[in-house]
């Protein structure tokens, strides 16, 4: 009799805790294409893998919104004092998971790291014009510059801060102790990213979901079937000719919105052939039908870019610059002039798992420049392969193929990655690197504006690489979530709701 | 001539032989019979369906790829690349499986018991594995991809000469020749390297199978033969993509796959009852 009761308590016991479930933990689970590499916010540049889960476990000063304006964060208000300082005012109550406070000293020191030249710090390029950072009282920091930067408080939209005590003692590419809404419970480099939700986090909006999972899937397909047998809820980078599918197979939605991403195949202009020869970088923008890429592979979606590293949502776009036209006799007759005029062979990158068709569209690419007579030699590799070649190591092929954005849709920040010095460049053109360095030392958007005119036809006179187009932003969930998509490559959970 | 007549005996043996023809006649004349060169792209054309039917087949009898490339055309190439790899690897795998065989098991001794654990540590450990860290190590390309499907099959090959040696060393005839001084070279490559050619043949047939499956393997995940040429791995795992809405793309190159192995390993087996002589004295 007594055991019995005792049966009888714990079915009890365990009905309630099945009942209380799934209304305590609802689990989001996001396939992502490529691998999430580190979690320290210093040390990448990668928006949409390790940039977007760091932004659940850390906070910045500002974050974009899903409609791509600046709101508040960790700052609660900023101003520029003067030309060359912005202040930014701190919410009193942002603490570590450890109880270390967020406070003006702890982003100095955090500023700091990324400027010491030691660190290696990718993102340094970026905020190397701060002279100083000064901590006026525990929630005002001054980032004094020592030119102008109109567009920092953007830029600072992908700086995160990490708990400068903690820090000394850990390791934070693997570990994590934040002061975002999140917890890291597992880090499984090429495998899995699994957060859990603090219960008691106050400095912004509560998530919908207590546990998020992002999955490491690179295989097309497979994130595909991942989503449609429910092991995922949301996913990017279907192939377009896969939307319709998914959406007959029932419970999800599937659609696609502009990329601020645009694609190209980057010259390595630091070496031959393309070193010192403009006449070749303009006959290989002749030579690639990109109209035809868009309208086949991508099935329409997508547009093209004009002879510029910027589009349309970005500050500074020059918009009396036109696409290069598909002209291959004159790709020919550049070609001759180059000093190729019996066609050569050159290596070809292509990073897998990251872009949008990526291996489809560098073969497509491959063989039209074949039809002008450049041979080129395919090499896929893995994405962290590549980045590490491109990024690290200073020594990426002669051509790949990559899209790059820039977070603060600036074309500072975009234009940067071109500049003669910048690790990403592969680029030497002085008037360019001139003209941005010129715009950086404004306050005066209309003089900005006439400077990256200029700057951005210098670009297209002599093209650091093969202009090709934005790439749709395609994506498909689950229709028990609700999904803002946003057409950067963030992903954050506080963009998904539970579908009512 | 007793060679053909014993294989026109056996219908396996005849059908392998005639598959096998048949892919090594369209690797020979591809230039002549594709409809198009493997690597022109056509997008407008992009996943057309197979345009073969009982009255005509059509100008991509075998439907397009992702890229618009000619699945038919594609897969004549890749048998070239296929075969060729694989038979240029069963050949270095074979000479350096032999040479090494005979030497451990004519020689004797420590070196034989060394050369020996060498080829029980390589066999325990798993092929596929082997190789992926090759390429991944060495980089991805043909002559590559051959080194390190040689280098997986070796083993086979050393194992069973180095038994046959063993056996036929102490037979009269070596004896002899060693009695009126023969140098050890000819005795190695005159009187034992023919008798022991028959069961090496048997394991290369075999061994051609293996490596055509694990070449694809490996061309699959991406390691093998570079794009845009042609292999039929490849087109696999580009087709798996697109499965579901242009089921060509990966089902011919499969069955490409499997009818090259199938009849290779019919003859292989036809080979191994016929010229292994126990085998025979059974059947008699």
């Given amino acids: ?500 | 001539m007793k060679f053909f007549s014993a294989l026109l005996r056996s219908r396996n043996a005849v059908l392998g032989a005639f598959i096998l023809s048949v892919f090594v006649a369209g690797a020979v004349l591809a230039p002549v019979v594709a409809p198009m060169a493997p690597t022109q792209t056509d997008l407008r054309g992009r996943l057309s369906p197979p345009s073969l039917s009982l009255t005509e087949i059509g100008k991509a009898p075998l439907g397009r790829d992702q890229l618009g490339r000619d699945v038919f055309s594609r897969i004549l190439y890749g048998s070239r690349i296929t075969l060729a790899v694989a038979l240029a690897s069963v050949v270095v795998g074979g000479i350096v499986g032999v040479g090494v065989g005979l030497y451990s098991g004519y020689r004797g001794g420590l070196p034989d018991q060394i050369i020996m654990r060498v080829v029980d540590v390589q066999l325990a450990f798993p092929l596929m594995l082997l190789a992926l860290v090759v390429v991944a190590a060495v980089g991805p390309s043909i002559g590559n991809l051959i080194a390190v499907l040689a280098l997986t099959s070796w083993t086979r090959y050393a194992r069973i000469v180095r038994g046959e040696v063993l056996a036929l060393k102490h037979r009269e005839f070596i004896l002899s020749a060693h009695t009126i001084g023969a140098n050890p070279w000819r005795i190695a490559f005159q009187h034992i390297l023919p008798n022991v050619l028959m069961p090496v043949i048997v394991v290369a047939t075999l061994e051609l199978a293996r490596v055509i499956v694990l070449e694809s393997s490996l061309s699959f995940l991406g390691i093998g033969v570079q794009p845009p040429y042609p292999s039929w791995g490849r087109m696999l795992a580009e087709g798996r993509s697109y499965i579901s809405s242009a089921w060509w793309l990966a089902t011919f190159p499969g069955l490409a796959i499997m009818l090259v192995v199938l009849s290779v390993n019919l003859l292989g087996d036809w080979l191994r009852d016929t010229l292994d002589p126990r085998q025979r004295e059974r059947r008699q």
Avoid at chain 1, 15 to 41: H, I, M
């Fill in chain 1, 1 to 500: 009799m007594r055991l019995r009761s005792f049966f009888n308590g714990a079915v009890a016991t365990a009905a309630l805790a099945c009942l209380a479930t799934p209304s305590l933990a609802e689990r989001l689970t996001v396939a992502l294409s490529a691998n999430v590499t580190l979690l320290d916010p210093a040390m990448t540049t990668t928006v949409g893998t390790d940039l977007s889960v760091i932004s659940h476990l850390y906070t910045p000063l500002v974050i974009r919104g899903p409609d791509l304006k600046l709101q508040p964060a960790l700052a609660s208000s900023w101003e520029a004092v003067d030309d060359n300082t912005w202040r930014f005012k701190l919410r009193p109550d942002v603490k570590f998971a450890n109880g270390e406070p967020l406070d003006a000293a702890a982003v100095k020191w955090n500023i700091d790291r990324i400027l010491d030249p030691n660190q290696k710090a990718p993102v340094r390029a970026w905020l190397s014009a701060i002279k100083d950072v000064r901590v006026v009282d525990p929630t005002t920091v001054d980032l004094v510059t020592s030119s102008p930067y109109p567009s920092l408080p953007d830029q600072m939209s992908m700086i995160f801060f990490l708990p400068p005590v903690w820090s000394k003692s850990h390791n934070p590419a693997i570990e994590a102790l934040g002061s975002g809404p999140y917890d890291l419970v597992e880090f499984k480099p090429g495998d899995r990213v699994v957060l859990k939700a603090k219960p008691n986090y106050t400095a912004g909006p509560k998530p919908a979901f207590d546990d998020v999972v992002f999955r490491v899937i690179p295989e097309d397909a497979s994130r595909i079937s991942a989503l449609l047998v429910g092991e995922v809820d949301l996913i990017s980078g279907v192939a377009p000719s896969e939307l319709a599918r998914i959406k007959n197979s029932g419970k999800f939605v599937v659609g696609a919105v502009p990329s601020t991403r645009m694609q190209f195949v980057k010259f390595n202009n630091l070496k031959a052939p393309f070193k010192d020869n403009p006449a070749l970088r303009l006959a290989l923008n002749y030579a690639v039908d990109k109209q035809a890429i868009l309208d086949t592979l991508f099935e329409g979606y997508g547009s093209l870019n004009a002879c510029q590293p910027l589009n349309e949502s970005y500050f500074g776009f020059n918009p009396d610059l036109k696409p290069f036209p598909y002209d291959p006799a004159k790709a020919k007759e550049l070609l001759a002039k180059a000093g190729y005029p019996n066609g050569l062979t050159i290596e070809f990158e292509v990073p897998l798992g990251r872009y949008l068709l990526g291996a489809e569209v560098s073969q497509a690419i491959a063989a039209q420049l074949e039809e002008v007579g450049v041979k080129t030699n395919l090499v896929e590799m893995e994405y962290g392969r590549w980045i590490d070649k491109f990024q690290n190591a200073g020594n990426v092929g002669s051509l790949s193929y990559l899209g790059q954005s820039w977070p603060t849709l600036n074309a500072d920040g975009m234009l940067s990655l071109f500049e003669t010095g910048n690790r990403y460049s592969y680029y030497e053109n002085a008037d360019f690197t001139r003209l941005i360095r010129e715009a950086r030392s404004t306050t005066d958007e209309k003089k900005r504006v006439e400077i990256y005119k200029k700057a951005t036809e210098s670009f297209c006179a002599d093209p650091a690489h093969i202009v090709l187009f934005n790439q749709p932003t395609t994506y498909a969930f689950a229709d028990r979530v609700k999904w803002t998509v946003r057409s950067d490559d963030w992903f954050r959970a506080v963009d998904v709701q539970l579908a009512k």
